[in-house]
């Protein structure tokens, strides 16, 4: 955990490699597997047992119906055992022939955008996990204008309505939001009194260490522009954060106003209670970031420039941004239409 942190991973990925390392440390301590050599059997009798096994209860109410993991969970968690594994035998805790068995050569056929195969195809055979299940690309979720409408018309403070205003109209990730300072905020249509030369409202963000753990993934700093509406909630929001005392001295932007420890930044776990609660009242899944994915599709069906939308996302690398190029319902029925005509006209 100490070599994630010094990395450079966010706060959300250290927590959550936290959880699938101690869940592999325990299944071998229950099954008497040694954790530092694992055949490639036992690996695999694991992965079953991860769709296999009923997840513990949630919540004090017992659910009628037990609840289960999914294949594409159970690649992540064994994805990060391998990561595991593989440190492990820089560590020398681990034979390299434990972890020479997590991966089998495959020749691409297809390659994806941007793959370099070489001149003789000699680059087109890569190393590829070999415990995997063959599951769906699922593709993004994301949201409709109306649906996002919706959800901050179900926010009862103003707070949390420019919270959801700002990761819809910015894409920003949910730690770069949280992470946001007052200094971040350049709201005026001319920011030269604050040494920002960025004409128009804009949002600024930052790798930053906070004390709510709250953490932009992307290291390159960046600037995002906001439309007359973001400013005006921000002016409500505010008006709605001079009312608390305790919240007056503190530089973060989003803080605790309605509950203790009143003034002090929001964190994770309460921002997600209150996406599911806004999801509830809304009536359909409603996540953090389903908002950052609704930004980014609506630049690009837009017609933005890919490398525009890709710097305002934050995204590093170009392919980062293919998944949100996918076709909407109309416009698979447009498709069809158009064909229908086509057709229509030939026969005439």
Same mark, same amino acid.
């Given at each position: 955990?100490?070599?994630?942190?010094?990395?450079?991973?966010?706060?959300?990925?250290?927590?959550?490699?936290?959880?699938?390392?101690?869940?592999?440390?325990?299944?071998?301590?229950?099954?008497?597997?040694?954790?530092?050599?694992?055949?490639?059997?036992?690996?695999?009798?694991? !992965?079953?047992?991860?769709?296999?096994?009923?997840?513990?209860?949630?919540?004090?109410?017992?659910?009628?119906?037990?609840?289960?993991?999914?294949?594409?969970?159970?690649?992540?968690?064994?994805?990060?055992?391998?990561?595991?594994?593989?440190?492990?035998?820089?560590?020398?805790?681990?034979?390299?022939?434990?972890?020479?068995?997590?991966?089998?050569?495959?020749?691409?056929?297809?390659?994806?955008?941007?793959?370099?195969?070489?001149?003789?195809?000699?680059?087109?055979?890569?190393?590829?996990?070999?415990?995997?299940?063959?599951?769906?690309?699922?593709?993004?979720?994301?949201?409709?204008?109306?649906?996002?409408?919706?959800?901050?018309?179900?926010?009862?403070?103003?707070?949390?309505?420019?919270?959801?205003?700002? !990761?819809?109209?910015?894409?920003?990730?949910?730690?770069?939001?949280?992470?946001?300072?007052?200094?971040?905020?350049?709201?005026?249509?001319?920011?030269?009194?604050?040494?920002?030369?960025?004409?128009?409202?804009?949002?600024?963000?930052?790798?930053?260490?906070?004390?709510?753990?709250?953490?932009?993934?992307?290291?390159?700093?960046?600037?995002?522009?906001?439309?007359?509406?973001?400013?005006?909630?921000?002016?409500?929001?505010?008006?709605?954060?001079?009312?608390?005392?305790?919240?007056?001295?503190?530089?973060?932007?989003?803080?605790?106003?309605?509950?203790?420890?009143?003034?002090?930044?929001?964190?994770?776990?309460?921002?997600?209670?209150?996406?599911?609660?806004?999801?509830?009242?809304?009536?359909?899944?409603?996540?953090?970031?389903?908002?950052?994915?609704?930004?980014?599709?609506?630049?690009?069906?837009?017609?933005?420039?890919?490398?525009?939308?890709?710097?305002?996302?934050?995204?590093?690398?170009?392919?980062?941004?293919?998944?949100?190029?996918?076709?909407?319902?109309?416009?698979?029925?447009?498709?069809?239409?158009?064909?229908?005509?086509?057709?229509?006209?030939?026969?005439?």
């Amino acid at each position: 955990m100490a070599g994630l942190k010094g990395g450079g991973r966010a706060y959300n990925t250290q927590r959550t490699y936290a959880g699938r390392i101690a869940l592999y440390l325990s299944y071998c301590t229950e099954n008497s597997v040694d954790w530092t050599r694992p055949t490639l059997a036992q690996l695999m009798a694991m !992965m079953r047992w991860l769709v296999d096994e009923p997840l513990p209860p949630k919540g004090r109410r017992p659910r009628p119906e037990p609840r289960y993991r999914d294949k594409g969970t159970a690649n992540k968690i064994m994805g990060t055992v391998g990561e595991f594994l593989s440190w492990s035998a820089l560590q020398g805790w681990v034979p390299p022939t434990v972890v020479s068995q997590l991966v089998e050569p495959k020749f691409l056929h297809y390659t994806p955008p941007g793959f370099d195969p070489g001149e003789d195809g000699q680059y087109r055979t890569v190393q590829t996990r070999r415990i995997k299940y063959r599951v769906a690309v699922p593709g993004y979720e994301w949201l409709s204008d109306d649906e996002i409408r919706k959800v901050a018309d179900c926010t009862t403070h103003a707070r949390d309505r420019f919270l959801v205003s700002l !990761m819809a109209v910015t894409g920003m990730r949910i730690g770069e939001g949280l992470g946001l300072r007052r200094e971040d905020m350049h709201f005026l249509p001319d920011s030269t009194l604050l040494g920002c030369r960025v004409g128009g409202p804009h949002v600024h963000v930052r790798r930053r260490l906070n004390s709510n753990n709250a953490y932009a993934k992307s290291p390159h700093p960046r600037w995002i522009p906001v439309d007359e509406e973001t400013v005006a909630l921000y002016a409500d929001y505010r008006y709605e954060r001079d009312e608390v005392p305790e919240a007056e001295g503190g530089d973060m932007v989003f803080v605790n106003l309605f509950r203790a420890p009143l003034g002090e930044p929001m964190k994770y776990p309460s921002t997600y209670e209150l996406f599911k609660r806004l999801a509830d009242r809304a009536g359909f899944r409603a996540r953090p970031h389903m908002l950052r994915h609704s930004a980014i599709t609506r630049w690009v069906r837009s017609g933005v420039d890919r490398d525009v939308a890709q710097n305002m996302a934050g995204h590093l690398s170009p392919q980062s941004m293919d998944p949100y190029t996918h076709a909407t319902d109309q416009d698979k029925r447009d498709a069809v239409k158009l064909v229908a005509a086509k057709r229509k006209e030939s026969r005439q």
